[in-house]
Nanobody
Framework: QVPLVESGGGLVQPGGSLRLSCAPS????????MGWYRQAPGKQRELVAL???????NYADSVKGRFTISRDNAKNTVYLQMNSLKPEDAAVYYC??????????WGQGTQVTVSS
């Protein structure tokens, strides 16, 4: 297991922005995709966004046009720029990494709170 280290969560007012980042703490090879899930209290974990090594992206409908996922392949780091945040975006955001051979790694989660 290679831990994923997340950062960037916190408290923001509605309409504000946050940027999450995530990177493996050690060396890892043959990465296929990285992305973010989120889970709000009482709700199922849902995919927010993903990006493959080739640059293909996919977003949940609820965040399209507001969130942007990007990746620095040299650093194996994935970023999630979140703009125009809404109270319903509040959740614990989990970074994940998929290897080509199908293994998945998870981050520990970072809390995003959207409140005035």
């Amino acid at each position: 297991q290679v831990p994923l280290v997340e950062s960037g969560g916190g408290l923001v007012q509605p309409g504000g922005s946050l940027r999450l980042s995530c990177a493996p703490s050690g060396s890892i090879f043959s990465i296929y995709a990285m992305g973010w899930y989120r889970q709000a209290p009482g709700k199922q974990r849902e995919l927010v966004a993903l990006i493959t090594t080739g640059g293909r992206t996919n977003y949940a409908d609820s965040v399209k046009g507001r969130f942007t996922i990007s990746r620095d392949n040299a650093k194996n780091t994935v970023y999630l720029q979140m703009n125009s945040l809404k109270p319903e975006d509040a959740a614990v955001y989990y970074c994940y990494l998929d290897k080509v051979i199908g293994e998945r790694y998870w981050g520990q989660g970072t809390q995003v709170t959207v409140s005035s």
